[in-house]
């Protein structure tokens, strides 16, 4: 089946400094990668809906400043923490959609980037 | 927006009984109904996926039921292994919002040996 990566699998960092997570789609091509964020025992929160080569849609409630995607590419997405604090600790998952396979199953999931901010 | 949360938060179930995992959506919009499974520390790997016109679909060891009546959907596992230990998540899709999924708060499956 599709493979989605991520890349790190987990990064701690110090409160103030900004992370960049890369989610990519390893043997199709993407028009639309999904950011989510998971805290512990929670359900996943779409973050933002990321197009290749356009903006991405940010979900009601999370910040477009703070959390940068870009989607610069067919197979690459990446998500920047800025000025990352505690609070901002979770697991970010990203997903990517194969438009060529069937409807529902389009979304492929990556493995997840466990976040910590000291 | 899509409201999608389940009844029980945990079950715990013998290893070779079934188990069932439900599921209460509020968006009659929604296009499909999915399952997922999500192990500790990964990410979510699809199980089944329903279409919002059926009422029942099978695959192996597993059945989602949806009643549209009641706004409800259901997993059943059939003979739980205990390699079916995770979170299970449904999500419906909305395909007019651009594939967004909207997930439910999840249930943890224990099997029990």
């Known amino acids: 089946g599709a493979v989605v990566s991520q890349h790190p699998s987990w990064v701690i960092c110090k409160s103030g400094t900004s992370v960049k997570i890369e989610c990519r789609s390893l043997?199709?091509?993407?028009?639309?990668m999904f950011w989510y964020r998971q805290f512990p025992k929670q359900s996943l929160m779409l973050m933002a809906t990321?197009?290749?080569?356009?903006?991405?849609?940010?979900e009601q409630g999370v910040e477009k400043d703070k959390f940068l995607i870009n989607h610069a590419s067919l197979t690459l997405s990446t998500l920047t923490v800025t000025s990352a604090h505690p609070e901002d600790s979770s697991f970010y998952i990203c997903?990517?959609?194969?438009?060529?396979?069937?409807?529902?199953?389009?979304?492929?999931f990556g493995p997840g980037t466990r976040l910590t901010v000291l | 927006g899509e409201n999608v949360g389940l009844h029980l938060p945990t079950l715990s179930v013998q290893e070779g009984d079934n188990s069932i995992i439900n599921c209460a959506y509020s968006?009659?919009?929604?296009?499909?109904f999915i399952w997922y499974k999500q192990e500790s520390g990964k990410g979510p790997q699809f199980i089944i996926d329903i279409r919002s016109n059926m009422d029942k679909r099978q695959g192996q060891r597993v059945t989602v039921l949806l009643n549209k009546t009641v706004k409800h959907l259901s997993l059943q596992i059939a003979a739980t292994q205990p390699g079916d230990s995770a979170v299970y998540f449904c999500?419906?899709?909305?395909?007019?919002?651009?594939?967004?999924?909207?997930f439910g708060k999840g249930t943890l499956l224990t099997v029990n040996p």
């Open positions: 990321s197009n290749e080569g356009s903006k991405a849609t940010y």
């Open positions: 999500a419906a899709l909305l395909a007019r919002s651009n594939y967004k999924l909207t």
């Open positions: 997903s990517a959609r194969d438009p060529l396979a069937g409807v529902p199953d389009t979304q492929y």
């Open positions: 043997d199709f091509q993407a028009t639309t």
């Open positions: 968006n009659s919009a929604s296009d499909y």
